[in-house]
């Protein structure tokens, strides 16, 4: 921060020689009415591009702060992502849900940690912070598969995307059925012209036989 500020300091000075020099110049050669006008117009541009630079680096600290928040935030984060996003039939990513769960990240996780003046910077630029927020997962996903490894702290819908991403590492093309329209079924699977249903339990004690007999049905 400190180079910024002399950063900012500098072009000041030099913007401020620059308007004399133009002004003893113009009011040389077409008199100081005019002379003072052209400065005029060369300070408002100056203003608009102080003002500019402050934009910026006030998006660049609502940034740092967003990212501080992800990482604080990325297993759970990146479990989500495995969930929400999904292949439609013709193998095209649908993220709608997972765009609406970065709405959420930002509403409940991000948003009550700003101050007010960074709450004014995330209303003018709130489209770059999820951009930036969706860069930082997608990259670490590349790299981490919150499913890789089985989890006690797994809920009975992770435990069903863990059981299809196992499904998905072996060559099997599984996804995670919708929890309204399963009718008992939690993965479907299919490989080598052979499809399987599957119903997922985070149990600790034995199944009981009407898991069997949902599956069955």
């Avoid at 203003?47 to 935030?73: D, E, I, N, P």
């Avoid at 989500?80 to 509403?107: C, H, M, T």
């Avoid at 997608?138 to 089985?150: D, I, M, R, V, Y």
């Avoid at 009975?156 to 919708?178: I, K, M, N, S």
Wanted: net charge positive; glycine share 6%.
């Amino acid at each position: 921060m400190a180079r910024r500020k002399k950063s900012n300091g500098v072009e000041a000075i030099v913007g401020g020689l620059l308007a004399l020099f133009f002004l003893v110049i113009v009011a040389n050669h077409a008199g100081a009415v005019f002379g003072l006008f052209m400065v005029l117009i060369f300070v408002a541009v100056g203003v608009m591009m102080l003002r500019a630079s402050l934009r910026k680096q006030a998006l660049t600290a609502l940034l740092q702060k967003a990212g501080v928040a992800v990482s604080q935030h990325m297993e759970a984060l990146l479990r989500r992502r495995a969930q929400l996003i999904r292949l439609d039939p013709y193998g095209k990513p649908q993220a709608e849900r997972w765009s609406k769960e970065l709405d959420y990240f930002v509403q409940q996780h991000l948003k009550p940690t700003l101050t007010a003046a960074e709450m004014v910077t995330l209303g003018r630029s709130r489209d770059e912070v999820l951009k930036a927020i969706e860069v930082q997962i997608a990259l670490a996903s590349a790299t981490q598969n919150p499913f890789a490894k089985f989890s006690d702290d797994f809920t009975p819908r992770e435990f069903e995307t863990f059981c299809a991403e196992t499904l998905r590492e072996h060559g099997w093309d599984a996804r995670v059925t919708q929890q309204s329209r399963d009718q008992g079924v939690d993965v479907v699977a299919s490989k080598a012209g052979r499809r399987v249903v599957l119903q997922c339990k985070l149990y600790s004690s034995p199944v009981g036989n009407k898991a069997v007999q949902e599956a069955a049905a």
